[in-house]
Each structure stands twice: as C-alpha cells, then as structure tokens.
C-alpha cells in the first residue's frame, strides 16, 4: 500500500475531529426538553396556523390536490416530473422557496411533520451536542454527520437552540463565496479572480458583462445584482437556462442569454470546467489538490464531474482549516459545509476568532497556491450568554412555534416568551 503525506493529512484531520467531537455544541437543553415534551400537541396547533393561508393539509395530511390548486389561484409555475405529476421532493420545495417566500414556509411545514425527530438529537447531559461527523464518507471527501443527530442537519429553525453557557461565546465563521472563489483559484480565470477580489462577484459579473455601470452598488442596482447573483450560484451546478429562468422568474431565452453572458465574462473558466468532463472521460479518475480520487464510469453524471474539482477541494480546505485552528488552541464546535462554529469564554472570543480567520485564510492560501478565500464576520455575529444563534430564516418559524407553546399551559409561558 502506497503510504505518502496526503495519508498523514488526512490522520492530522482524524485528530482535529476528535478534539471537534469533544468539544460539541452547547444547546439551550431546557428548551429543547421543552420542545420534546409537547411537540406532538404543537405540530398540530402549527398545521392549523401556518395551513391557514393555504388550505392544503387535512388534518395533519398534506394533499396535493389541493396544493395544485393553491399554486394555479396564485399563478407560481411549479416543476413536474415526466409523469406529469408535481415534483414534491425537499430539493424542489427548497429551491422553489427561494423564489417564493409563502413556498418556504411551507417547505418548514413539510420539514417539520415530516423529518422532524427531535428524540434523535445528539445532546448528553452536558448540554452538547456530539455527533460522530463521519469524516470523507461523502464522495467528495466532506463530512456527513447524520441529519437527525446534528443541531445542523434538521430545519434551520431548530439551530436557535444554540446558546452559549454562562460566560461563554460563539460565532458562526464562514468563507465567503468560497465556491466561487475557488472555481476561480483552480481556473486560472483572471476576470473571475478581479471579481472575487472586488469583495461582490455578482455586482462584478454584472459590471464585466455590461448590465451595469462601473460605479454600480448594491444598492443602486440590486435587481440587476440578484439576477447575476442567481446565475453565478447556478451554473457552478450547471443550472439550465430553464432552471435559471424560473429562478430570476424571467423568459427562458433571457436565462439563456445570462448564461451566455457569463460564458463571455469568465471564458477561460468555461474551458477549465469543460476540460474537467473531458480529463475524467479519458483517464476515469478525478484528484483534488491533495489527491483525494474518485474514480469514473461511463456512465458518470457530466454535471457531478464539473462540480467535483469545487466541492472537493472546499472539503479539502476545510479539514485543513479545521487542523489548523484546532492546534492553535481554538475550540470549534463543528464545521459545517463551509464554516465554522467556534466558541471561547467571552473575554477570550475576540482572540479566538482572530486565530480562526487566520487559520481558514491559511488554509485556503496552500488549497489554492496562494490564492486566499475571505472570512465572512462581522462584530455582531458574537453571541455572548444569554444570547442564542438565531439564523434568519428561521426566525419566524421559531416564533411561531414558541407562540404555540406559550399557549398550551400558563406554566410554559414563561419559558416560551424568554425563547422568543
């Protein structure tokens, strides 16, 4: 058996993620045993609240029937399967949510009858959240914990139990547009590079393909910058003019025309990914940058091969800067697809996180010969006790739930309203 540096790589990670699954995440336990205890009369009070506006469940049954007939009396065009049938799969529901806000919230819905065990969450008597992360188990090298045992898996919503204890901090650390870069790095695309660097590539790809002026913001052309922003993300997985369309909710041909744009912005790009296709093809095999393989078929999916050399090498720079940080003393908590949940007392957050941005810079600099991916962090994401992490997207589902709770018996409300 050949036995090389790339192997010791990959036994340096297998430490880290002993330290990392160490370390857990802390939750905020009484809430979660709180909503354990009356998930099964909350679900049912949810239905009722959040069906309201859409008449699609019986009881707690979804039908499609009627689901149809909600997305024909508000005209949203929904993708089908070649049976004709309406695609009701989680990916659809997801990617349609981006598009159409009522969409998301019925997709939490869904979620939450559907996948939502909340009795297989990972949480000892700590009050941490320790999940085996199953380095390298997916194709592409990245870690896959299990869904239903890790705060990250489930809806996003549930990741407000997230709570430092006291006199503790964390924060969510994250590489910025880190695909995007890195596609950049491995191309050698010197536009795509200038746009990474110019700290936004869609307002970049907007400016670089004509479709707004030099002196362009964010703010004075979001529109145009959404539409770009749309394109950028979906065609690094090789989205179709179709798929495209219905995600800017613009004509089939004008999506095309986008793509084509890109194609003009970032032309060597193009040539390095379609050279992917071609490399695997002929030698039947696939390497990142520190040779971690797949090997090949005939019958491989052109689209998971163009992806491979991104998501790979992401996985890559994250194992790396996982080692990084955890030798230097930083406790993180878990790493999540591209980031990092780090915690420290809350004296000591602040030096933490200077090490770990550091760490994640490093790690993307040797990744990509030199090339760094930025840090997405700003003073506010600290969360300091008795704070909790409170993502966005979730933030109305969270309530809602907690709103439920609240009442069901006065005796709860107390702990609903300090959740809220």
Known sequence: MKFDHYSLLRGRYMVAAARIERCGVPIDQLSLNTLRENWPKVIKKLVRRMDAEYGCFDGVSFRTYRWLRYLAINKIPWPTLPSGRLALDKDTFRDMGHIYPAVAKMQQLRHALSEMRLERLAVGPDGRNRTLLSAFRARTGRNQPKNSEAIFGPAIWLRSLIKPQMGRSVVYLDYAQQEFGI?????????????YRSGDPYLEFAKQAGLAPADATKASHK??????????LGVQYSMSAIG????????TPDAEALIQLHHGAFPTFWKWSDSIVEYAMIHSHLRTVFDWRIRVTADANPRSLRNFPVQANGAEMLRLACCLATERGVNVCVPVHDALLIEAATEDIDHAVSVAREAMAEASRIVLDGFEIKTDYAPEKLIHHPNRYRPDRGAEMWKTVWEIIGELDPMLRVIAEACQ
């Open 183 to 195: 596609a950049a790095a491995l191309s050698g695309d010197a536009n795509m590079m200038a746009a």
């Open 223 to 232: 529109p145009v910058r959404d539409r770009c922003k749309e394109c950028v």
């Open 244 to 251: 495209l369309g219905l995600r800017i909710l613009q004509p």
